[in-house]
C-alpha cells in the first residue's frame, strides 16, 4: 500500500486530535473506509449518526451494561447500610442517665448518652459532603474502575470497626470512614453509569442508583427485628466483598479510557458492553465518542489562558448545575428527608392507628416501592413527566395531613374516626418522592456535564444533596416550634408544588438523548426555557429526507400572494 493510501486511512483520526499518540491508530483508523475527496468529512458525520439510527436494542446488548452497574451498585447497597445502621443500633446503644433506661437489646461493651447518640446520628451525613467535593479531582486519574475497587476496602475496614467498637471514639471514626468514602462514590459511580450505557437505557439503569441506597438502608430495617447490631455489621461485610469481586470482571468506562489515548482498550470495552460484540460493530460509537472528546479538549486549548474555575461560569455547567441542586433542595425541604428521620415521632404525634415503628416499616417499604414503579416508568414516561407527577403529588399529599392536623387542634371530635388520614397520605408522599425527585438529581448529574469536568461537577452536585438533608433534619425541631406541625406540613406542600413549576419551566428531557446533545442544548442560551432537546440524528434524517425530496421543502422566499 503506498504513502497516500495509508494518509487516507489514517486521517479520519481527527476525531481524536488532540488526544495522546499511543494506542490512537491500531483499531479506529483500520475500519474507517477510505474516502476521498470534499465529501469526505460529510460520510464522516453519516457514519457517526447512521450508528445511533441502527444500533440495536436487544437484551443481548444490554446484559453487559446490567452486569457492569449491577456490579458497581453492590458499593451503593453497602452505603445504603451505612445510613440505615444507626436506627437499628441507637436503641442499644443509648442509655438515659436521668431515667436510668436502656434497651432491652442494650449492648454490653458500650452505651452512649443523648450528646454522643446526635453524633452518632449525624457524623455519617456531615462527612458525606467532603467526600463529594475531592470524589472528582481524586478519582479522575485513577479512572472508575479502580477508583471503585479501591473504595470496597474502607467498607470492609468500617464494619469491622463497627463490630469491634468499645470507645465511642472506634464508633465515629467508623462514621465517619463510611461517610467520607460514601462521597468519594459519586463522582467514579454516577460518571461510569451515564459513559457506559446507551441513552434509551441510562435512565433505567442510574435510577438503579438511588434505589439500590434505600434498598440498602430497608435491609438494616428488617434485620434489626432479629439480629443484634453487631452480628448484622458482621453480615454487611459480605456485601463490599462481592462487590471488589464483582469489579473486577467488569470493563473501564470507554469515555475515560479514550481521554487517556488508550483507544485499542476503548474499543474492547465497548465490545464487551454492546453484547460480547465484534470490533466492527462498536466503531460508529468508538468514532462519535472519541469526536466528542476531542472536540471538548480543544475547546479547553483554547482556553487554557483562562483560569481553571472558567470552565465552571459557563452556562454548560451554570445551568445544569442549577436543575441539580434545584431537584436537591426540593427532594430534602419538601419533607420527605425530615420525614424518614423522624417517622417515629411524627406518626406518634398524629396518632397513628398502628405503632410508630410498625409505620416507619411500612414507610421505608413504600419508598423502596416508588423507587422500583419509578425505575420501570422511566423509559416510556422520560424524567420530565415523573418529576412533575412526584412533586404535585407529594404537595398535595402534605396539603391534606396540614389540614388534618390543623383540623384535629381546633376540633378533634371532627377527625376521630379518620385517624388512618395521616398514616395514608404521609406514606403516599413518601412514594411519590421517590418515584422521581428524590431520585432525579442523581439520575441527571451523571449525563448533563461536559466531560471534562464531569468528575469534579459530580461530585460538587452530590454534596449538596447531604448538605440540603443535614440542614433540614437539624432545623426540624426550630421550624416546628415556630409554626407548629400544620405549619411544617403546609411549608413542605409548598416547597413541592414551587418545586413542581420550577421543574417545569426549566428542566428540558434528558431521556433517551446522546450525552454530546445534551450538552450542545445546555451551550444554547436560546433554547434555556426549551423542554425538548434536538438530537443530532433526528436533524440529519430530516436533512437526508428533504435532500431526496426537494419538491416538499418549504420555500422561505417572500411572497406577494
Known sequence: ?????????????????????????????????????????????????????????????????????????????????????????????????????????????LQLNKEQISWFSSINLICVP?????????????????????????????????????????????????????????????????????????????????????????????????????????????????????????????HWLITKGRIAEAEKSLCWLRGWVQPDAVQGELSMISKSIALNEEKVRMKKNKKFYSFYLRRTFLLPYFIITASFFFGSFGGTSTLQVYAVQIFEALGSPINGYTSTLVLGILQLMGGILGLSLIHWTGKRSLAIVSTLGSSLCFLVVSAYVFIKQYNEEIIVNVTWIPLVFLN????????????????????????????????????????????ANKSYFMVLDCINLSGTFLLYAIVSLIGCLTLYTMMPETEGVPLEDIQNHFADKTKTFVMKIERSDKIKQKKMWSATNPALELDHTETHI
Not at 431520585?439 to 448533563?448: F, S
Open 1 to 109: 500500500m503506498n504513502q497516500d493510501t495509508n494518509r487516507d486511512r489514517i486521517e479520519p483520526a481527527v476525531l481524536t486530535n488532540g488526544l495522546p499518540n499511543d494506542h490512537s491508530t491500531p483499531s479506529v483508523d483500520c475500519r474507517i473506509t477510505p474516502i476521498n475527496g470534499p465529501t469526505k468529512q460529510n460520510n464522516n458525520n453519516n457514519d457517526i449518526n447512521e450508528f445511533r439510527t441502527k444500533s440495536k436494542k436487544t437484551f443481548k446488548n444490554a446484559l453487559p451494561q446490567i452486569l457492569a452497574v449491577s456490579a458497581k451498585n453492590c458499593l451503593l447497597l453497602t452505603y445504603g447500610m451505612t445510613l440505615g445502621l444507626p436506627t437499628i443500633a441507637i436503641p442499644a446503644l443509648y442509655y438515659d442517665l436521668a431515667s436510668n433506661i436502656t434497651s432491652a437489646r442494650h449492648d454490653d461493651l
Open 428 to 471: 403516599t408522599a413518601a412514594f411519590m418522592t421517590h418515584i422521581s425527585i428524590r431520585l432525579l438529581p442523581w439520575m441527571l448529574i451523571g449525563e448533563v456535564y461536559p466531560p471534562n469536568i464531569r468528575g469534579q461537577a459530580s461530585g460538587a452536585s452530590g454534596s449538596s444533596s447531604y448538605i440540603f438533608s443535614f440542614i
Open 130 to 254: 467532603l467526600g463529594c467535593m475531592i470524589s472528582g479531582t481524586i478519582t479522575q486519574p485513577f479512572g472508575r474502575k479502580p477508583s471503585m475497587i479501591a473504595l470496597t476496602l474502607p467498607f470492609i475496614l468500617a464494619w469491622l470497626l463497627f463490630h469491634y467498637a468499645s470507645t465511642v471514639t472506634q464508633l465515629y471514626l467508623a462514621l465517619a470512614l463510611c461517610g467520607l468514602c460514601g462521597g468519594l462514590l459519586e463522582a467514579p459511580v454516577l460518571t461510569y453509569v451515564a459513559e457506559i450505557t446507551e441513552p434509551h437505557i441510562r435512565g433505567v439503569l442510574s435510577a438503579l442508583s438511588s434505589t439500590t441506597v434505600i434498598l440498602g438502608s430497608i435491609s438494616q430495617f428488617i434485620l434489626g427485628n432479629f439480629f443484634h447490631w453487631r452480628k448484622i455489621v458482621l453480615f454487611n461485610t459480605i456485601v463490599p466483598m462481592l462487590a471488589f469481586i464483582s469489579l473486577l470482571f467488569i470493563p473501564e468506562s470507554p
